[in-house]
Structures are given as structure tokens and as C-alpha cells.
């Protein structure tokens, strides 16, 4: 079982930074990655970033190079730096945990309470 928290988000002007965080507890050791999802008001809930324990990083085309993914072992965080934030950028993001647990390292999945990031113009 693993609880995920975020935290940061809020209202930003158009240009403006955000930085989101996510802290884990649980079963830390299981989480295999991490990563932040979003989701505006009628549309679906889709990738923005995702980091696995050894660094590696993913991101949506939509964000590369404007958002960046990073974790903090010691404090068991994952944050999302958010920078030339635009309009289209606005909606609920939530923080995810990819999951093996168990001896046969069954999948599972994680999921914050989200927070909101509004982006004006």
C-alpha cells in the first residue's frame, strides 16, 4: 500500500512557475516509478511526466521541455517543476505510483487526491 499527497498547486499567471509535490508513504520500496497525470475540466486524465527509480525520465510533448520531473529519496518526494506555465496547461494533476508487490510483483497502481493548477491569461 502506498499514499501518495500533493501539494502546490494554485493560481499562476500565463509565463509564470508552479512547483507541485508529491510525498509517498507506505511501501516505498515497491514503487517501481512515479509520475503526474493531469486532467481538465471534460477530458480525460493524461500522462505529463514520469520518473522510475533509476532516473529515468518521460514526458508528454505538450510539457517537454517546459516541465520537469525529479524525485527526493531522503523525503520520499516527487516533484514537478512547471515553468512557461500557458492556459492549456490548467486542470487537476495528480500524483501516481507505479507499483510490484509481493513476491510474484503484482502491479499496482496509486493515486493522489490531485491538486488544482489554474493557469490565467
Known amino acids: 500500500q502506498v499514499h501518495l499527497v500533493e501539494s502546490g498547486g494554485g493560481l499562476v499567471q500565463v509565463g509564470g512557475s508552479l512547483r507541485l509535490s508529491c510525498a509517498a508513504s507506505?511501501?516505498?520500496?515497491?514503487?517501481?516509478?512515479m509520475g503526474w497525470y493531469r486532467q481538465a475540466p471534460g477530458k480525460q486524465r493524461d500522462l505529463v511526466a514520469t520518473?522510475?527509480?533509476?532516473?529515468?525520465?518521460n514526458y508528454a510533448d505538450s510539457v517537454k521541455g517546459r516541465f520537469t520531473i525529479s524525485r527526493d529519496n531522503a523525503k520520499n518526494t516527487v516533484y514537478l517543476q512547471m515553468n512557461s506555465l500557458e492556459p492549456e496547461d490548467t486542470g487537476v494533476y495528480y500524483c501516481?505510483?507505479?507499483?510490484?508487490?509481493?513476491?510474484?510483483?503484482?502491479?499496482?497502481?496509486?493515486w493522489g487526491q490531485g491538486t488544482q493548477v489554474t493557469v490565467s491569461s
Open positions: 520518473i522510475t527509480n533509476s532516473g529515468s525520465t
Open positions: 507506505g511501501s516505498i520500496v515497491s514503487i517501481n516509478a
Open positions: 501516481n505510483a507505479d507499483t510490484r508487490e509481493g513476491y510474484l510483483r503484482t502491479r499496482y497502481a496509486y
